[in-house]
């Protein structure tokens, strides 16, 4: 297993380069052409390890704060019809954060405050969401983290308590008090004496309190969401609630058994006796509305199997009816013994190469194995989205339907009666209603689209075929087609970045559905990446009226067009980082 190296355990120059990966930076998944780097490279140069305040050269208006949209902010769909605001923060301001927090002695103070609240809690309650960097970047250890220490720990504990309740903070980063930061850093005590000494001002609380205030439009309420430095200081935040929690729980009820696994703001709560979980979830409810913050009613739930509990119920209805069904032995569409026989013979004496025979093995015997064909297998999977929507166990399911599909080339749809126009018109559908599987539905549309044989395809269905010239404008006639339904619904501006990921090779060839597409564009990151490879007028994505002209981005290279220029047109899986994909196996 890939070590993981935590965040508190790093020194102050291992840490701060992890601060500085692209990923800890804007924890979104964007499309590789979008150059993270670049913006902060830009920074690193005007900044070194300084802070603004130190750099005021560089300003036009040393009060920043005062200007708005001084960062991009992209709202990303939760559900159909409400959103969250990831923020891609100036990387002025995000290198400011960084050298403020990684300066040695800030660095080994913050380290030093993690560490009191952690003991202090006596193993009552275990975090498992600080921040870890992988060994190769490996993305199945972020993708495994929470199966592995919330959903499999749960079922550990199952041995020791008989209640589960689970709770989680409605709008956590939306809602954090910036103020509250010093408290949870310092104390509360130690920050009002600071503060009536005129001496708040050399707290190192009270300075990231100012950060987060100053790239917010002097707001105190929320901080970004979507970067690393949001997610230290939040979890700083919720360890000094745990720390006050099991402080409380030890001055109403000594006695008390109890244990908490906390997943950032979701609570598991085990007890031996329901009024234990009804008597901390009351004490954690007034303990969170002295810091502004509040649980999400709907989210609640108890629980006496805590087993089933463990698992979300979207899990549980899919291990319980088990819809795809997959065959050992499934006679009818077994290949015939000889046939199987001549292919198993011709490999074992190497007339038949390795790539060949797996082809044969998947197309002919593996796909076999599945009771549903392609198109019920699909409806499957939306007839479960639908009753369960946004759930994660359905990125699980659409990579497993790609997989299933990876070999078949188009005459072999049509020989299984499938029609790719209706596998897309499904997918559409589900990835329109579930924003959770922007990208695995959007790489799995790229792959049903360049099975497409152009000159067999009928596509009247969209009502543009007569424009259709060249096999690259399907993609266009089908994503205009898409961003016209999403314009007259619920409009979701990441769905449209990544839809431009399948079409962004072909946007400098002229036809009428290049220009169709361009000219409808809305989300800002698509209307850069437009501008730049078109050479238009570039609208930039910060507001940096407060810096001197000089000091500006120069955002054209935030799109890198050599990268563009060598990726192929069909998504590969490395493009794409799923968190949410929690694997059973």
């Not at 745990?242 to 007890?271: A, G, N, P, Q, S």
Request: aromatic share 12%.
């Amino acid at each position: 297993m890939t070590e993981k190296i935590y965040l508190l355990s790093m020194n102050n120059e291992r840490a701060r380069e992890f601060f500085l990966k692209p990923v800890s930076y804007f924890s979104q998944n964007l499309p590789r052409y979008f150059n993270l780097s670049f913006l902060l490279d830009s920074a690193a140069e005007k900044l070194g390890k300084n802070q603004l305040k130190d750099k005021n050269h560089l300003l036009y208006e040393a009060n920043y704060s005062s200007f708005s949209n001084i960062n991009y902010t992209i709202q990303v769909n939760k559900k159909s019809n409400t959103y969250r605001p990831i923020t891609l923060i100036h990387p002025y301001l995000y290198m400011d954060y960084v050298n403020l927090l990684t300066k040695e002695d800030n660095w080994e103070k913050l380290k030093a405050r993690f560490e009191y609240l952690q003991k202090k809690v006596n193993g009552r309650i275990i975090c498992s969401s600080l921040p870890f960097d992988a060994e190769e970047n490996n993305k199945k250890e972020y993708a495994l983290n929470f199966w592995q220490s919330i959903e499999q720990e749960t079922i550990k504990y199952s041995l020791s308590y008989t209640h589960l309740l689970k709770l989680d903070i409605s709008n956590f980063y939306g809602s954090i008090y910036t103020h509250a930061l010093c408290w949870a850093l310092h104390g509360e005590n130690e920050s009002k004496v600071a503060k009536n000494k005129n001496e708040l001002k050399k707290l190192l609380g009270n300075l990231c309190d100012q950060k987060f205030q100053h790239m917010n439009y002097g707001e105190t309420v929320g901080i970004p969401q979507g970067n690393v430095i949001s997610d230290l200081m939040s979890e700083l935040l919720l360890a000094y609630i745990d720390y006050k929690l099991v402080r409380k729980m030890e001055e109403i009820k000594k006695d008390i058994d109890f244990k908490i696994l906390r997943y950032r703001d979701d609570y598991r709560i085990f007890t031996k006796r329901l009024e234990d979980s009804i008597l901390i979830n009351r004490e954690l409810v007034l303990l969170l509305q002295r810091y502004k913050l509040n649980l999400g009613e709907a989210k609640t739930s108890q629980a006496t199997d805590i087993i089933n509990g463990a698992l979300k119920d979207d899990k549980l209805y899919w291990i319980e009816h088990d819809p795809v069904i997959k065959l050992t032995t499934d006679k009818f569409y077994m290949l015939p013994k000889k046939l199987m026989k001549e292919t198993l013979e011709k490999y074992k004496e190497k007339t038949l190469k390795p790539e060949v025979f797996n082809k044969f093995f998947k197309k002919y015997f593996h796909n076999r194995t599945y009771q549903a064909t392609l198109q019920k297998h699909l409806f499957i999977i939306k007839i479960f989205s639908d009753l369960y929507p946004n759930s994660g166990q359905l990125i699980g399911a659409l990579h497993e339907f790609e997989e299933r599909l990876s070999d078949m080339d188009y005459a072999d749809f049509q020989n299984t009666g499938t029609g790719i126009e209706v596998l897309i018109a499904i997918l559409v559908d589900i990835v329109k209603k579930n924003p959770k599987l922007t990208e695995v539905g959007v790489k799995l549309l790229s792959s049903l689209l360049m099975k497409i044989e152009f000159k067999e395809f009928d596509i009247q269905y969209l009502g543009n075929d007569s424009q259709i010239k060249h096999d690259f404008e399907i993609r266009f006639a089908y994503i205009n087609s898409v961003n016209n339904k999403l314009s007259q619904s619920n409009y979701n501006g990441y769905l449209e970045v990544w839809m431009q990921r399948i079409v962004i090779k072909n946007l400098t060839d002229e036809t009428e559905l290049t220009k169709t597409y361009i000219e409808n564009s809305k989300n800002e990151l698509v209307q850069l990446c437009n501008s730049v490879l078109l050479k238009g007028k570039i609208t930039p994505l910060f507001n940096e009226d407060w810096l001197k002209q000089e000091h500006r981005l120069d955002i054209n290279k935030f799109i890198d067009l050599s990268e563009i220029s060598k990726m192929p047109n069909l998504i590969s899986s490395d493009e794409i980082y799923l968190a949410e994909y929690n694997s059973m196996s």
